[in-house]
């Protein structure tokens, strides 16, 4: 697996929701209370991106497709119709920079 820079800066406040592309892969990285997430930028339901057809509600990622939610911390469906959890990413901090690991 490779750590990819994100070219954010981790000051970002929490609850912020910043769509990047690491390793050609699109995903939102996601500023919570309790540190730094990255989800794959897809709904695995039907593939609408939660940049523009979603949101981030705490540790939640709701598809506003068709409703599905999924913990941004684990990827794991917390509603259906989704059945298949989505891609989560491991995010660290180094130096001034976000890194987003695949």
């Given at each position: 697996?490779?750590?990819?820079?994100?070219?954010?800066?981790?000051g970002?406040?929490?609850?912020?929701c910043?769509?990047?592309?690491?390793?050609g892969?699109?995903?939102?990285l996601?500023?919570?209370?309790?540190?730094?997430?990255?989800?794959?930028d897809?709904?695995?339901?039907?593939g609408?991106?939660?940049?523009?057809?979603?949101?981030?509600?705490?540790?939640?990622?709701i598809c506003?497709?068709?409703?599905?939610?999924?913990?941004?911390?684990s990827?794991?469906?917390?509603?259906?119709p989704?059945r298949v959890?989505i891609?989560?990413?491991?995010?660290?901090?180094?130096?001034?920079?976000?890194?987003v690991?695949?």
């Amino acid at each position: 697996m490779t750590w990819y820079d994100t070219d954010l800066r981790p000051g970002d406040a929490a609850g912020s929701c910043t769509p990047v592309v690491a390793g050609g892969v699109p995903m939102v990285l996601i500023r919570s209370e309790d540190g730094w997430w990255a989800i794959e930028d897809r709904c695995s339901h039907a593939g609408c991106a939660f940049t523009t057809d979603g949101e981030i509600a705490g540790s939640i990622a709701i598809c506003d497709c068709h409703g599905s939610e999924f913990d941004i911390r684990s990827g794991e469906v917390l509603r259906p119709p989704a059945r298949v959890p989505i891609r989560t990413f491991p995010v660290r901090v180094v130096g001034d920079r976000l890194e987003v690991r695949m």
